[in-house]
């Protein structure tokens, strides 16, 4: 297994326009590392922040996906993001549903418990374990962009989180 470093600075480690736009993430939620007690998607959606004086990531989930009930339910949520080179690691995370398949042996990563009690990837280069703080729906009455729309032509809507960032965790090189 691999082995993690906490570290002092998440700031340095990322750039988040290409992190998450370009390359992507993996959202994680659960309760233990065995297949049924979490699950993970692939998300190219969301942000670093600031809000209420706590460092954030803030994502948004689908009601339909079937980590939006793991996300739901656990109160922490992992981030994990890959090596350019592992992006294959995203596109079958990002293909098969957790309800239909293990989605780590496809994908070939092992599921880890990190503290303070969350699901990481020990073969991500970086995973940060954060607490939700605040949900909320993104209801279309919302959008100010009408060009947002496009995006919800089945009508199946966002569940925006924001989660304050607790603990990070860097791959041993």
């Excluded at 959606?45 to 996906?65: L, M």
């Excluded at 293990?102 to 020990?122: H, N, S």
Aim: glycine share 8%; with cysteine; proline share 4%.
């Amino acid at each position: 297994m691999t082995k993690f470093d906490e570290l002092d600075r998440l700031d340095t480690l990322l750039t988040p326009f290409s992190s998450i736009g370009r390359y992507g993430m993996l959202i994680t939620a659960g309760g233990g590392v065995a297949r049924e007690q979490w699950n993970t998607m692939t998300a190219s959606w969301g942000s670093f922040g600031v809000y209420w004086h706590k460092k954030t990531v803030t994502a948004v989930i689908r009601h339909s996906r079937y980590t939006f009930e793991f996300v739901e339910k656990e109160p922490l949520v992992t981030f994990s993001f890959f090596a350019p080179e592992r992006k294959n690691v995203l596109a079958v995370c990002g293909k098969i549903s957790g309800r239909d398949a293990d989605k780590a042996k496809e994908a070939g990563i092992t599921p880890v418990l990190l503290e303070p009690g969350a699901v990481g990837f020990a073969d991500a280069e970086l995973n940060v374990v954060c607490k939700k703080i605040y949900s909320d729906d993104m209801p279309p009455d919302n959008f100010l962009d009408s060009g947002i729309n496009k995006f919800y032509e089945t009508n199946d809507y966002h569940r925006m989180y924001i989660c304050e960032v607790l603990r990070w965790y860097q791959e041993k090189l």
